[in-house]
C-alpha cells in the first residue's frame, strides 16, 4: 500500500473519532488474524477468571476456521472489515505480538501494547539495529511493551526495536500459567486421555521452528532412537508431541506410533506446561521450559547454516544454558549425560547474568497498569 492511499485511509477513518472509546475493551491481533492464543488468550482467561469485565475482540483474517477453536466469551472481527476499523479506533487496549496496523488514526487515549512472540536467541527478522525509519515509527506506536527478562529488554526492544516507550519488565501473561501447578495437572490429565496417553507416560515436545525462506526440514531426527534413549534415562515410558511453527504448518508429516502430532492444538503454552522435556532448534520456547525448571536439548542440525546465512543469534551459542546437538548422536549423548543439579545451576547462573522476570502474575499486573491509564 502506497504512502499516499495510507494518507488518504488514515484521514478518511478519523470518521470513528465520533464514537467514544470503550474503557473496558480489548482488541487482540495474534500472528496478524491467522490465529490464537498466546498472551491475549492468557489475558483473556484471567478477565474471566476475575470478572474483571473487559468484553475481548479477535481478529482473524479470511483464512481462519473458527470451528477449530474453542475459546468462550470472544467476538471475532474479520480484518479490513468495518468492525475491524471501529474496534481498532474505540477500544481503548490494542494488543498485538507482532505489530500494528500503522496507518490507522489511532486517538490520544488508547493503549497500544506489544507482548511480541517470544524473545530467543534469533536476530529479528527485520535484522538487528533497524536502520528503517517506516519499522521503527511503527514499533514506537506502542505505549506499552512487555518483556520476560533483562536480555529481551536490552537486546530486542531496545536495541534491535529501537523502541523508546515504556517497557512493563513483568513477564509475560502466557507464562503465568506455568506456576499454577492444579491448572496444570488438570490440563496434563485431561489431555493423556483425550489423546490416549497412559497416566505414566511422560511428554516430550519437539517444536522446531522455521527458516528464513520459511521451509523445514526434518533434519533426520531419528524419534524411535530418540524415544530409547529416554526410556534408559529416566526410567519412563515417553510419548514425543510434534509441533511445527504455525508459518509451517501442513508442510511435514511424522509416522511414527509414538510421536503425536500436536500442531493444531489450540494453546501452545499448554502444551509446554505438561511437557517433561523439550527439545528445539531455535525457537524461543526454550524460555518456557527454562522457567519451569525443565529439561531442554538443542538439537541443530543446521546450526553452522543458520549462523552464517540465516538469521544468526543476538547471543553466542557458547552463552546458551542447554546442550546443543547437531546430530542424532549428539543427541542422545546429550540425554545421555544430562545432570539435572548441573542444569539447574547453569540456569540460575543464566538468571543472575541476563534476568528472569516471570513470576506468574504477569496477568494481574497488567491489568493492574492499564487501570491507571
Known amino acids: 500500500m502506497s504512502k499516499l492511499i495510507k494518507k488518504i485511509f488514515n484521514i478518511f477513518l478519523r470518521v470513528f473519532w465520533i464514537f467514544r472509546i470503550r474503557e473496558k475493551t480489548i482488541v487482540i491481533s495474534f500472528f496478524n488474524g491467522s490465529a490464537v492464543g498466546g498472551d491475549g488468550k492468557a489475558l ?54 507482532i505489530n500494528h496496523v500503522s496507518f490507522l488514526p489511532y486517538r490520544k487515549h488508547q493503549c497500544l501494547v506489544n507482548g511480541w512472540h517470544g524473545y530467543g536467541y534469533k536476530v529479528v527478522h527485520q535484522g538487528n539495529n533497524i536502520s528503517n525509519e517506516e519499522l521503527i515509527k511503527i514499533f514506537n506506536l506502542n505505549n506499552l511493551f512487555l518483556s520476560p527478562n533483562k536480555l529481551a529488554t536490552d537486546k530486542k526492544i531496545r536495541e534491535a526495536f529501537k523502541y523508546e516507550g515504556k517497557v512493563l519488565e513483568i513477564g509475560t501473561p502466557c507464562c503465568d500459567i506455568f506456576f499454577k501447578k492444579e491448572k496444570v495437572e488438570s490440563l496434563t490429565a485431561k489431555f493423556k486421555k483425550d489423546y490416549g496417553v497412559e497416566k505414566d507416560e511422560k511428554l516430550l515436545l519437539y517444536a522446531p521452528t522455521f527458516r528464513q525462506d520459511f521451509s523445514f526440514e526434518e533434519g533426520g531426527l531419528d524419534f524411535s532412537n530418540l524415544i530409547k534413549e529416554l526410556n534408559k534415562k529416566f526410567s519412563s515410558k515417553w510419548k514425543i508431541l510434534y509441533r511445527v511453527h504455525p508459518m509451517i504448518a501442513g508442510t511435514t508429516k511424522v509416522d511414527n506410533p509414538n510421536v503425536i502430532d500436536v500442531t493444531k492444538y489450540d494453546d501452545m503454552n499448554e502444551l509446554l506446561a505438561i511437557s517433561d522435556i523439550l527439545i528445539t532448534d531455535y525457537s524461543s520456547t526454550f524460555w518456557e521450559l527454562a522457567i519451569q525448571r525443565k529439561p531442554v536439548f538443542i538439537y541443530a542440525y543446521d546450526l553452522e547454516k543458520y549462523e552464517k546465512n540465516d538469521r544468526g543469534f543476538i547471543l553466542p551459542t557458547s552463552e546458551w544454558p542447554f546442550p546443543i546437538a547437531t546430530s542424532n548422536e549428539e543427541l542422545a549423548k546429550a540425554i545421555k549425560e544430562f545432570d539435572d543439579s548441573a542444569y539447574n545451576k547453569t540456569l540460575d547462573a543464566y538468571f543472575k547474568k541476563y534476568g528472569n522476570y516471570e513470576k506468574g502474575t504477569a496477568c494481574a499486573q497488567f491489568f493492574s497498569e492499564i487501570e491507571k491509564l
Not at 473458527?66 to 481503548?92: A, C, G, M, Q
Open 44 to 97: 483473556l482467561d484471567y478477565s474471566n477468571e476475575k470478572n474483571l469485565g473487559y468484553k475481548f475482540y479477535w481478529i482473524v483474517n479470511k483464512n481462519f476456521n473458527k470451528k477449530e477453536h474453542k475459546f468462550n466469551d470472544v467476538k471475532y472481527i474479520r480484518k479490513w472489515s468495518i468492525p475491524f476499523f471501529f474496534r481498532s479506533l474505540t477500544s481503548k487496549i490494542i494488543f498485538t505480538n
